[in-house]
């Protein structure tokens, strides 16, 4: 695309050094780490790589014992020799060999066949149906991302708005972000930190409100928009100039996308969710190499990137997922590909996943009506444990934005969370208060964490331990009774890791 | 809105209903062309200018076009955008370009999966040809032409190995939408499909490879062709809405009334999808020129391009600069992003996007080696030398959507920077510089980004 040089015409990239001599001649870059500590952190991190076009599941992780499979693709079945093994049944397309060594980590968990009810074979539709995480039979206009981040964040009191809640990088494509609840899409998106900063310079907030109509709402949608870029764009910059990357990226578009991502979360942006996105995966001819081209850039992307996370000291943060609108049709079709199909494998990647696979081989006995793979596990049951496991979303929280009651699949360790960080729990004044005897003392937990519950009284000593180990995430109540102790201030705290909240109790007998 | 009847005809042929239809029929137009509109009749506009066949063909980009061969593919990629820039630019009262782009964002190929620039050249002047042509010829055309013969796998759809991509695109996107057909519809009009092979630049059919057998296609059987599964597909009027809803889209507002999108489908269907008596009647409603519509639709890449020049009367751009604003901005001409076409509407604009708008038109502005004087400029305003006229005035040239006092405050304060309204003059030291900042700002304004 040539887009620096197309910039350097702009004039942009000159501006970009008049603007580090208002910074005193120091470029950004070489503040370096000195600014940088990542404890100061507990947030948590999703990070979304859409894989556009339908990916072939059967030859990403395949049943390389099965001989329907080789009988179903003569011409473009992987050769059980090329496989790499994970397990006597399952392995994966030789392009993945990254993604072996996280496998034997244990953090690389694979779903098997994820789909839906009535699988959808528009790519389309199909998009819409994992986007917006509705029935297939269903329409919602906004994303489940949105959802999440309209009904849960934005209701959270300690989110720091200073922040962008997502970011959708190199991408056009945010409907997975937007939100009826709030009007358009919640998170913002851009290719490149400097370059956004660089275009914003020169623009100012219009905050004329526009009228309730229908070309008034347009005009709204865009003010948003560019009032959003503008109060994000600084903040964005800095973040990334504060790190350097500790790998090194292929030069692909995903690997760039995925390294600014490990810039951000480093570099101390709080935005919990990240979408990027690669396309090419429509192999309805000629497959076998473009497949194998695909793959390699997702996984050596993705190793690079999961590798650069953990040399930052932020891999305890992130989980990375992949999904793709179907699977394709398990026999190959007669120009060297396959055709739009069903349910299909996804990938859950980071130090806190509990590796493995989940689900066995798709049953190539047991097709549905088109004779491609039925689905196990819906795609929103892992959507269900991505917002409770690892973005800590409450149970009200799920049921506004899958609508349904999921089961979770244990893809994300949770008990070695010692703690949520200070936005992951919350204490509630005591009811009632004062109180004689007994009084209730309500919590909120937002992810699952080792917490205590302790009733001090007003010379420091312990009174009373209420709670103490690990919870899942919920609202919980404890009764305290003060029967054997005397009147006066009582101090509760639940500590969670090394924050700890506090409410104070009066007794009066 | 559901009462609406879009027959009932527009009355007041004026500046502002004239400026609308211009600006949602051409790219761009200058006060001379607004002049000439109000000079007609509607009537006479619309089916004597907008809707006239033009019998002329534009220059092709150049000789390549007939060459078969694969060579210097990417030069002659850049140019036939640089072709295709230009007639947008250049072309006078005629939709006809404006339907090109529909039919291209309708029926999709991508360059990078056709490889030849040739094929998309020809495939481009088949859209030319049917601009407001008849529908189901055009669908009759496309589905053999060698670009789309290509692009959706078509080519390699064979009696021993059907393959279903173009049967499915058929009739999800082109013509009958998803829900009207079922996964057998799919695989039988894929056999009927079999068959074709692309030579160079030209398609042709392979009896050895055509799937010479009974299909049976939406309850009917038969030894169908490409042109029989056509027919029938033609006999279902979810075609007509389906198209209609497309135009409404495009032409109107993002959010289709359904109720009108039907009185235009049926018009559609009475008229064996001839698309004339459809844009002509969409063109002259009342309901086409009413305020909820007037400034409602956000400018395509294209659309906030190519207008930005009329604006500015540059003739002269660099057609290079062009094409890579328009990749930035996210509409590359002959390479949509996928089979679906760009989606449009809220799509084109966000963070990243808009920021690139500002920028581009910042730099068009100011650029010293444009054949833009902003003083010059300026001054084919009338009013130039009246600050708060010129605002107006400039204003209303610029923008569908009216400005609120608020905003007209505003730019009126740019203008002036600090000076008295009646000390303006394009004459004084720094006007230059005020024109400039003023230019920027408006064409800044998120106003601006709305048709």
Redesign the interface.
């Known amino acids: 695309m040539d887009r620096r040089k197309f910039l350097r015409q702009l004039g942009l990239l000159a501006s970009a050094s008049t603007m580090s001599m208002t910074m005193g001649s120091v470029p950004l870059r070489a503040f370096g780490k000195s600014i940088y500590k990542a404890d100061e952190l507990n947030g948590k991190v999703l990070v979304l790589i859409q894989l556009s076009g339908g990916n072939d599941g059967l030859n990403t992780v395949i049943p390389f014992e099965d001989s329907l499979y080789y009988n179903a693709r003569p011409n473009i079945a992987i050769n059980k020799s090329d496989v790499i093994k994970l397990n006597p049944l399952t392995g994966l397309h030789p392009s993945m060999e990254p993604f072996k060594q996280f496998y034997d980590e244990g953090k690389l968990a694979i779903v098997q066949n994820v789909g839906y009810p009535s699988h959808n074979r528009s790519h389309f539709r199909s998009t819409d149906i994992w986007l917006s995480g509705s029935d297939s039979d269903e329409y919602l206009s906004d994303g489940w991302v949105g959802r999440y981040l309209g009904n849960s964040l934005t209701n959270d009191p300690n989110y720091n708005l200073d922040h962008p809640m997502a970011i959708s990088l190199g991408s056009t494509q945010d409907s997975l972000l937007s939100c009826t609840c709030q009007s358009g899409s919640l998170g913002i998106s851009f290719e490149d930190p400097n370059q956004f900063f660089q275009l914003i310079n020169g623009s100012s907030a219009d905050t004329d409100p526009p009228p309730n109509t229908i070309a008034g709402n347009q005009l709204k949608y865009v003010k948003e928009i560019a009032a959003r870029s503008i109060k994000y764009a600084e903040i964005i910059k800095e973040k990334a100039d504060t790190i350097d990357n500790q790998t090194n990226y292929p030069n692909t578009d995903l690997a760039d996308q995925l390294s600014i991502i490990a810039q951000l979360v480093a570099g101390g942006l709080e935005t919990p969710v990240y979408l990027t996105s690669i396309g090419g995966f429509d192999t309805h001819s000629n497959q076998l190499g473009r497949h194998a081209s695909l793959l390699d850039n997702v996984s050596q992307s993705l190793s690079a990137f999961q590798r650069d996370l953990e040399l930052l000291g932020v891999a305890d943060r992130v989980v990375t997922m992949t999904f793709s609108e179907f699977g394709r049709t398990v026999e190959q079709n007669g120009s060297g590909g396959t055709d739009h199909g069903a349910a299909a494998p996804l990938f859950v990647l980071g130090k806190n996943v509990n590796g493995g696979i989940w689900g066995g081989n798709p049953d190539l006995t047991d097709l549905d009506g088109s004779g491609d793979n039925k689905f196990k596990y819906d795609f929103r049951q892992v959507y269900a444990t991505m917002l409770r496991d690892q973005l800590g979303a409450g149970p009200d929280d799920m049921e506004n934005i899958l609508f349904k009651d999921f089961d979770t699949l244990p893809l994300v360790s949770v008990k070695h969370i010692t703690s949520g960080g200070p936005r992951a729990f919350e204490l509630n004044q005591n009811y009632p208060n004062p109180f004689n005897p007994r009084t209730k003392i309500s919590y909120t937990l937002r992810l699952p964490q080792v917490i205590s519950l302790k009733v001090f009284d007003s010379t420091g000593r312990l009174v009373k331990t209420l709670f103490s180990g690990h919870k899942d995430a919920g609202t919980f109540t404890e009764t305290f009774g003060g029967n054997e102790y005397p009147s006066g201030i009582y101090y509760c705290h639940l500590v969670s890791g090394s924050y700890r909240k506090t409410i104070k109790m009066t007794l009066l007998k | 809105m559901s009462s609406v009847n879009i027959l009932k005809k527009i009355t007041a042929w004026d500046r502002i209903s004239a400026s609308h239809l211009l600006s949602r029929a051409l790219f761009g137009h200058s006060s001379e062309d607004l002049d000439f509109a109000l000079s007609l009749t509607i009537d006479e506009y619309v089916d004597n200018y907008l809707l006239a066949d033009l019998t002329e063909e534009p220059q092709s980009p150049g000789f390549w076009v007939n060459d078969s061969e694969s060579y210097n593919n990417s030069v002659r990629s850049r140019e036939l955008v640089y072709w295709w820039h230009n007639l947008m630019l250049t072309q006078s009262h005629s939709l006809r370009e404006k339907m090109v782009l529909f039919w291209h964002n309708h029926f999709v190929s991508e360059l990078s999966v056709v490889q030849l620039p040739q094929r998309m050249y020809h495939q481009n002047r088949l859209f030319r040809q049917f601009a407001f042509g008849n529908f189901k010829e055009l669908t009759k055309q496309v589905t053999v032409d060698p670009a789309m013969l290509i692009y959706l ?1 078509n080519t ?3 009696k ?6 173009y049967a ?1 695109e058929l009739m ?1 996107l082109f013509t009958l939408g ?1 829900g009207n057909y079922s ?1 057998a519809d799919i695989a039988e009009a894929a056999k009927a499909l079999t068959g074709w092979q692309v030579d160079g630049l030209q398609s042709y059919l392979d009896p050895e490879r055509f799937d010479d057998s009974t299909k049976t296609f939406m309850n009917q059987t038969g030894n169908f062709d490409h042109l029989d599964i056509i027919e029938i597909i033609f006999t279902k009027p979810e075609v007509a809405s389906f198209v209609c809803r497309k135009l409404y889209k495009e032409f109107i ?1 993002f959010e289709p009334d359904e109720s009108v999108v039907e009185q235009f489908a049926t018009i559609f269907r009475d008229n064996d999808y001839e698309l004339k008596p459809v844009l002509s009647a969409l063109f002259k409603s009342d309901y086409f020129y009413s ?8 400018k395509s890449p294209i659309e906030f391009i190519i207008p930005l020049l009329k604006n500015f009367n540059i003739a002269k751009p660099t057609y290079e ?1 062009l094409r ?2 328009a ?2 901005l ?1 509409q590359t001409l002959f390479s949509p ?4 076409g760009w989606e449009g509407d ?11 708008r ?3 038109s ?2 068009l502005i100011s650029s010293n080696d444009s054949e833009l004087n902003i003083l010059e400029f300026a001054r084919t305003f009338e009013s130039s030398e009246d600050a708060v006229q010129f605002v107006n005035d400039v204003a209303e040239k610029f923008l569908s ?1 009216s400005l ?1 006092e ?2 007209k405050q ?1 730019l009126l304060d740019i203008l002036l920077d600090g000076a008295e309204v009646y000390d303006w003059s394009t004459y004084n030291e720094n006007s230059e510089a005020r024109l400039t900042s003023f230019f920027k700002s408006i064409c ?4 601006y ?2 048709t």
């Open positions: 796998d390699k759809n064979r021993e190995d059907p393959n279903e991509n499915r999800e998803i996964e507002y305020q909820e519509i007037v400034g409602a639709k956000i600069d890579r604003i990749d930035d996210g992003p996928n089979v679906a809220k799509s084109w604009v966000n963070t990243n996007t808009l920021p690139a500002n920028t581009f910042d730099r959507y609120s608020n905003r505003y800044r304004l998120s106003e980004q709305l």
